[in-house]
């Protein structure tokens, strides 16, 4: 428990590095809920625009994942 | 506690079914509160479930050693070749229920192949196929109680990806050959912010495996743990973990809804990958 100085950064860092993580949902429901603002505007294209919103959700999901991967750069590679 | 009074407001219906399950898990509860003996801490660790173990015993992992994890694979594959295979043996034209969900896995990933990555994607339908089944049946097959989820673990879905990227990549340079790198010059932008957007394209570039694997490997590592967590407080309460299986209830829907889409993702990034091949220069 005494000393470890590097440790107890990593383990802090780490946990700071989960905050990307609300970033991460920020962006999700900007994408989605304009996916629903837009498919209730015109329901008949929506069907065709389904995986364009998956694409967006893959992107905008991938920026909170690297927060993810700091977090576990620091747990298990620092 | 939160759980029981959403319960509560649900009984407020007035339904005699709704006023009975009240009724059992408030008296669940209100037992589960005075039996409960130790508070020590989790009985269940969650990250214990992603352990690779050698079947037959043992210590050493080699690379031949039959583990948990090569045993789930192996039965992600035999679920696939019972669907694909086997449940379409019949070729019957008004489709049984097992060559109906083959016949409709098959049109949907056929669909998603044509309108992402274009006509001429349509040569490597295969591929993606494969990937979409096999991603999915590791990651349903891991929503079984005491399962080993192979595409929790980065070193599987890395596999995945990195094929992905170093397949798109051959197929680009050799349809393209120079004209490949057009994907990294944007004719549209201003010249001079050229070279810069060049260099954030090719990070972007290099970085696709990276997220590509830690998206699906993350998320059902995550929501796995998020389970287990819960089974370790219903654990801790004993009879009265009336909340945390409520909870764990919740969560299992949540996650095999993302068993699914996490499947889907993989499955269509890999075309918009390949279309970013196919046609580079827009």
Redesign the interface.
């Known amino acids: 428990m005494e000393g470890d100085i590097v440790q107890m950064g990593a383990y802090i860092g780490a946990g700071l590095a989960c905050t990307g993580m609300g970033g991460a949902a920020v962006g999700v429901g900007h994408v989605v809920g304009n996916y629903i603002a837009g498919a209730l505007r015109n329901p008949s294209a929506a069907a065709g625009q389904t995986a364009t919103m998956f694409i967006g959700i893959a992107f905008a999901e991938a920026l909170g994942i690297f927060s993810f991967l700091v977090a576990l750069l620091l747990m298990f590679a620092v | 506690m939160a759980e029981s009074s959403t319960d509560a407001q649900k009984a407020n219906s007035k339904s005699p079914l709704g006023l009975a399950l009240f009724g059992i898990v408030a008296v669940l509860f209100v037992v589960g509160l005075f039996t409960h003996t130790s508070l020590e801490g989790l009985q269940i660790h969650p990250m214990d479930q992603f352990i690779v173990n050698p079947l037959f015993g043992g210590e050493h992992v080699s690379f031949y050693t039959p583990t948990n994890v090569t045993l789930w694979m192996a039965l992600s594959v035999l679920g696939m070749i019972a669907l694909l295979v086997v449940g379409t043996r019949g070729r019957a034209i008004i489709p049984s229920r097992v060559q109906s969900i083959a016949e409709l896995m098959y049109g949907f990933v056929y669909k ?1 192949v044509e ?2 990555a274009g006509k001429d994607g349509l040569k490597y339908f295969p591929y993606i196929m494969t990937l979409f089944v096999f991603i999915l049946f590791a990651n349903f097959l891991g929503m079984l109680p005491m399962a080993f989820t192979t595409t929790s673990h980065i070193a599987v879905t890395a596999v995945m990806a990195v094929a992905v990227f170093i397949t798109v990549t051959v197929i680009g340079i050799v349809k393209n050959g120079f004209g490949f790198l057009e994907l990294f010059w944007i004719k549209a932008a201003p010249l001079a912010l050229r070279p810069l957007l060049a260099l954030i394209e090719v990070i972007s570039y290099f970085v696709r495996p ?2 590509h694997s ?2 699906l490997a ?1 998320n059902m590592m995550a929501g796995h743990a998020v389970i287990k967590v819960f089974a370790g407080f219903a654990g801790v309460l004993g009879l009265g973990a009336v909340a945390p299986i409520l909870a764990i209830t919740a969560v299992y829907a949540l996650e095999t809804l993302v068993s699914f ?1 996490q499947a ?2 993989f499955a ?2 890999t075309c ?1 990958y390949l279309k970013d091949a196919l046609h580079p220069s827009h």
């Open positions: 998603m309108d992402v990276v997220s830690i998206r993350g889409i889907y993702v269509i990034l918009v």
